[in-house]
């Protein structure tokens, strides 16, 4: 049996929580996003849907979805407002016509060039080194991977 340190907190408190550090952290990241993207007319999940979409044009909805972490459901009223706006276009697949392709529109193209300066950003908020990030990086995408085992 292992003995906490007397000034050790309870496993029961907030601040021994890693789930509600996780949490306040994305929550603080969030804002900076979101006064980042702002500028670009885009909220930080539809923000996601771009990233996965400048990397590979053309993709199904079921593939975004692997990439974001996301259902359908929550993708699709992502990807109508995303259409909306005259940034991407859905079509039916005409070897499949139950997969949905989300495809860039021009506007949607022109846009990556604008949202160039959001990574440097971030950098520059976080306050860190460029090898700390990456191994923070490292070090939760590992965490993630784990917990999808137990999930």
């Given amino acids: 049996m292992s003995r906490r340190p007397a000034?050790?907190?309870?496993?029961?408190?907030?601040?021994?929580?890693?789930?509600f550090s996780?949490?306040?952290?994305?929550?603080?990241?969030?804002?900076?996003?979101?006064?980042?993207?702002?500028d670009l007319e885009l909220t930080y999940p539809q923000y996601l849907v771009m990233l996965v979409l400048w990397e590979r044009d053309g993709v199904t909805v079921s593939q975004i979805g692997e990439r974001l972490f996301l259902d359908s459901a929550t993708l699709t009223p992502l990807l109508k407002r995303l259409e909306?706006?005259?940034?991407?276009?859905?079509?039916?697949?005409t070897e499949d016509e139950r997969q949905v392709v989300v495809s860039l529109t021009a506007q949607?193209?022109?846009?990556?060039r604008r949202a160039g300066a959001v990574p440097e950003a971030i950098f520059c908020a976080t306050?860190?080194?460029?090898?700390?990030?990456?191994?923070?990086k490292r070090r939760l995408d590992r965490l993630r991977g784990r917990l999808a085992e137990h999930a």
């Fill in 108 to 112: 949607g193209r022109a846009l990556k």
């Fill in 22 to 38: 996780l949490y306040a952290a994305q929550l603080a990241m969030t804002k900076v996003y979101r006064k980042l993207l702002a």
């Fill in 7 to 19: 000034h050790a907190l309870s496993p029961l408190q907030l601040d021994s929580q890693l789930c």
């Fill in 84 to 93: 909306a706006a005259g940034l991407v276009q859905r079509q039916r697949a």
């Fill in 127 to 136: 306050g860190c080194e460029l090898d700390e990030l990456i191994d923070l």
